[in-house]
Structure formats: structure tokens, C-alpha cells
């Protein structure tokens, strides 16, 4: 019993471990349903009325492999023939996305983020999209791919997107690896989104177009895991000191839920930032980024506090 009782305990504190760890990308709950409605298509003219004439393609959405998230579109084709496009949703990755931000000797920041695939992914990394709040931001490619501004949409409304495609990850991110991608900005570092992306894009075609409400049921930016890192937000730049420490306080709460502030930490750093003590503050951000009490990303702006004048 005592040896079973201690294993338990290990288990349990395994877990408390992960638990207080950066909080891994979130997911929504989508399911994938057959269009309930649909046109029949054209099938032909008739050569006597010049009357088209009407065939069913029948369009459903069938699982292929519940694991890795691959459907299969069906329809019957032009020619009678039963068609199967493979469509693999991008969300069938579990990641966690860090950063740790530095001056550049010409006074930008630089902000080195890391994205590990973990283990429990059934992908590799297919995109990495970063949310930012600037004008001189400048994703730096580390391979031949793209890297550069997203289409806006309404998924992606808020500041300035910029992605990273696979084609930059040398070698591929498999699950259980990571990847190092650099941004570049004057901006300081304050809470943004990003994203992430698993398998591969686009569908693999069969020589005919499916109906188009076959596509129109897929899920689009909506369906990419999710979280909150730190990145280039201009307004930050022309607060105040006391208004740098508000802006910390008020977020504290979701610092703590995303992993980044550890629970018995947070009356400290409540009563620093009412105080606007930046001298303490730092002294003690500087201490517990060491022993793991807060992250980088809260260490990255409470550092840039102090470069900021009353």
C-alpha cells in the first residue's frame, strides 16, 4: 500500500508540474457534417430541347482516420464514378509556443520564439501565424519558404498577421521536436495570439472540382489551435510608467491562467505594480524567471517597463 500510495503521489505531482507550465495551444470543438443541401449538377444538355439535365452527385463527408483528423470528400462524378478528395484538418497537433525577447545592439527587439510539436501530435508543424501591433515588424526566414503578412479575414481582424510555412523548417517539426523562429521590431513586447497549423494544406485532387458546398462545410482559420505569446504592440510604447504597470495588473489574472505566473507569486508582483516599484519589481522578476516562478514572457515585459519614463 505505502509503495502504491507513493506512486500515486508521483503521478499526482507530474501532473501539478504540467498543469503550472505554459498553458498548450486550444482547440475548438468543430465537427465536420455532409452539406444538408445541396444543387444537383449538370450532367448535360439535351440535344433536342436544349434542356440541361440533372444528375446527383450525392456530396458527404466521411472519416477516413479519426486520429489524424483525414476526411474524405464524396461525390459521384460527371462520369458516374464515385470521387474521394483527402482533406486533413489542421488541427490534429498539440503545441506550446514560447518566447524570449532581447535588445539588438541597434536597439530593436528581438523576439526568438519556440515551437515545440509535442509528442501527442499526429502532424508535423505546417504553419506558425503571429498577431502583432506595429508598422516595422519583420519576420525573419530561416528557410526558402514564405514568410511574410497574412490575407486578413475576420478570423484574423485584429493588428498585423505574419506566417511562417513549413517549407522554413529544416528539418520538418515532427512531433516531439521544436523550431526557433526571430522576429524583428522597434515595438515593445506586450500580450498577442498566435497560431499553429498541423499536416498538409489544400486537397489532393482527383481530376474533377467537388461540389462547392463540400468545401464550403470545411473549417478555415477557425479550426487552428490557438493561444497568447508576447509580440510587438506599438501603443505600448507611448505609456506611462504608472499606466505599464496597470496594464500588467489588469492582466495578472490571464498571466497566471496561461501558465506564465505562478499562484503563490501573483500577491508580490499585486502589490509591486500597485506600488510602481520598478526597482524591486525587476529585482524580483530577474530572481524568479530562475526559479521558474514567472516565464519569459512575463519576465520580457516587466524588463521593457524599464526603459519607460513616468
Known amino acids: 500500500m505505502r509503495i502504491l500510495t507513493v506512486l500515486l503521489f508521483s503521478v499526482v505531482a507530474a501532473l501539478n508540474v504540467n498543469a503550472q507550465g505554459r498553458l498548450p495551444m486550444q482547440k475548438r470543438e468543430i465537427v465536420l457534417r455532409s452539406p444538408s443541401v445541396y444543387e444537383k449538377r449538370v450532367l448535360r444538355y439535351d440535344s433536342k430541347t436544349g434542356e440541361p439535365v440533372y444528375y446527383d452527385p450525392k456530396p458527404r463527408v466521411v472519416p477516413l482516420d479519426t486520429i489524424s483528423r483525414k476526411y474524405g470528400l464524396r461525390w459521384i462524378g460527371y462520369d458516374g464514378q464515385e470521387k474521394t478528395i483527402v482533406y486533413e484538418r489542421p488541427d490534429a497537433i498539440n503545441g506550446i509556443v514560447s ?19 509535442l509528442r501527442s501530435s499526429k502532424q508535423q508543424l505546417a504553419m ?74 489544400g486537397l489532393r485532387g482527383v481530376g474533377e472540382e467537388p461540389p462547392q458546398e463540400l468545401e464550403n462545410v470545411l473549417p478555415q482559420y477557425e479550426a487552428w489551435p490557438r493561444g497568447y505569446t508576447v509580440g510587438p504592440v506599438q501603443h505600448l510604447r507611448s505609456l506611462s510608467a504608472q499606466q ?33 516599484n520598478r526597482a524591486e519589481l525587476m529585482r524580483r522578476a530577474q530572481q524568479d524567471v530562475k526559479v521558474g516562478l514567472v516565464t519569459s ?13 513616468p
Open 99 to 117: 518566447v524570449t525577447v532581447s535588445k539588438t545592439s541597434s536597439g530593436q527587439y528581438e523576439y526568438r520564439y519556440k515551437i515545440e510539436n
Open 128 to 201: 506558425f501565424a503571429l498577431q502583432t501591433f506595429g508598422d516595422d515588424v519583420k519576420p525573419i526566414p530561416n528557410g526558402n519558404g514564405y514568410v511574410g503578412p497574412m490575407t486578413a479575414n475576420k478570423e484574423l481582424a485584429n493588428g498585423r498577421w505574419f506566417g511562417f510555412t513549413s517549407s522554413n523548417f529544416e528539418p520538418p517539426v515532427l512531433p516531439g521536436s521544436s523550431v526557433e523562429l526571430k522576429v524583428l521590431s522597434s515595438e515593445p513586447p506586450g500580450m498577442v495570439e498566435c497560431r499553429i497549423a498541423g499536416g498538409q494544406f
Open 244 to 276: 505599464w504597470c496597470d496594464y500588467l495588473l489588469r492582466n495578472l489574472g490571464e498571466f497566471q491562467r496561461l501558465g506564465w505566473l505562478k499562484v503563490r507569486a501573483r500577491g508580490s508582483y499585486e502589490q509591486l505594480l500597485k506600488s510602481n
Open 297 to 309: 514572457e512575463l519576465y520580457a515585459m516587466i524588463e521593457a517597463l524599464q526603459q519607460f519614463r
